[in-house]
């Protein structure tokens, strides 16, 4: 079973950019798909972005879509997310997240799922306040 943790939260003034990173210690981690997610104040965790294992295909929430951006580098098991043009609402603990092996060419290429329940292990979160 791997281990996800997060890194590159902290406080970040509203317009300004911050990268997350999340470093997985899976072996397989070329085969999972990926995925970030996020849960505010008073709010349940909600989908932000995901990627397939081949990075060929990323999807994102109509939220953050045109300012986030979710990226991969399989060869150092890491996962990135870009967060420019931040505001208010994008105040959250932010959390990756391992969906399953995927072993398919098709999967490899594609698969990128958005529901919470398609990912079976998560990092511990990094929190991400955004001031005026």
């Known amino acids: 079973q791997g281990r996800l943790v997060e890194s590159g939260g902290g406080l970040v003034q509203a317009g300004n950019s911050l990268t997350l990173s999340c470093k997985v210690s899976?072996?397989?981690?070329?085969?999972?798909?990926m995925g970030w997610f996020r849960q505010g104040p008073g709010k349940e965790r909600e989908f932000v972005a995901a990627?397939?294992?081949?990075?060929?295909?990323?999807i994102y929430s109509d939220s953050v879509k045109g300012r986030f951006t979710i990226s991969r580098e399989n060869i150092k098991n890491l996962l990135y997310l870009q967060m420019n043009n931040l505001n208010l609402e994008d105040t959250a603990v932010y959390f990756c997240?391992?969906?399953?092996?995927?072993?398919?060419?098709?999967?490899?290429?594609?698969?990128?799922?958005?529901?919470?329940?398609?990912?079976?292990?998560w990092g511990q979160g990094a929190q991400v306040p955004v001031s005026t």
């Open positions: 997240a391992a969906s399953r092996s995927m072993t398919t060419i098709t999967e490899l290429l594609s698969t990128a799922p958005k529901a919470h329940s398609e990912y079976e292990y």
């Open positions: 899976d072996r397989s981690f070329s085969s999972h798909p």
């Open positions: 990627i397939s294992p081949s990075g060929l295909r990323e």
